[in-house]
């Protein structure tokens, strides 16, 4: 086991293993290009439902289950079928991903929507503010802690599973691990699982403190 850490280690800090076109600077890049970018497209679609159901209250249990039903479905099996639909592109990573991230984000909007106090609705209208005003000056500002949980979740969900990619011969922190696979090099699948963790854990602790940062502000 000490001897598997330290060959980690070296592997890790190796000169050569941070530059080119397989160094895991580029391979780094590549996997925050295909989890931003996947959570970024989740949020815009999910985020409006998840608003939309909260403050309506209609069709919030077509979505829920149909968000259930994206978070059921098997991730590689979808990136295998619309793989071979599509052609050799990068679409059936995002479609996987994206399925993957959209159940979080509108199952914590919506929570997050429904936990406003009726009451407190009540006396914005009172106030003479309309839907919309009700729902962007009230309902969203105080949703928001949970709605700020549901994107951490997604994204890291996000990060965790664009390792896929490498599947279908693309590249990201995922090339790590099935190249070691293959290879038999457990050294190379320790490190490309160990980068996706720091990765994850770095982009959680991120959103954390802007989190953090924002509603400080607003209690200011």
């Known amino acids: 086991m000490f001897e598997l850490l330290k060959n980690l280690g070296s592997w890790l800090v190796a000169g050569e293993q941070w530059t080119g076109s397989d160094g895991i600077g580029h391979r780094l890049a590549e996997h925050l290009q295909y989890s931003l970018l996947a959570t970024v497209i989740a949020a815009a679609i999910a985020l409006p439902v998840g608003l939309l159901i909260g403050h ?14 994206g978070r059921a479905l098997p991730t590689v099996g979808l990136v295998v079928l619309v793989f071979l639909a599509s052609g050799l592109s990068m679409t ?17 909007t919506y929570a997050g929507m429904s936990a406003v106090d009726p009451e407190v609705k009540d006396a914005a209208r009172g106030q003479g503010m309309r839907g919309h005003q009700v729902l962007l000056r009230v309902e ?9 949980t549901g ?3 997604a994204l890291i969900q996000v990060v965790a599973t664009a390792t896929i990619a490498a599947y279908v011969s693309f590249g990201g922190l995922g090339r790590y691990v099935f190249d070691g696979l293959a290879q038999r090099d457990l050294v190379q699948v320790l490190g490309g699982a160990v980068l996706v963790a720091v990765v994850a854990v770095a982009l959680d602790l991120a959103l954390s403190g802007l989190q953090r940062v924002l509603f400080r502000h607003r209690a200011a």
């Open 151 to 153: 994107l951490r979740l």
């Open 56 to 69: 309506t209250g209609r069709g919030a249990f077509v979505a829920i289950n149909l968000a259930s039903f």
């Open 92 to 108: 059936p990573v995002y479609v996987a991903l994206v399925a993957l991230a959209v159940p979080s984000i509108v199952t914590n």
């Open 140 to 148: 969203v500002p105080l949703a928001m802690p949970l709605i700020m």
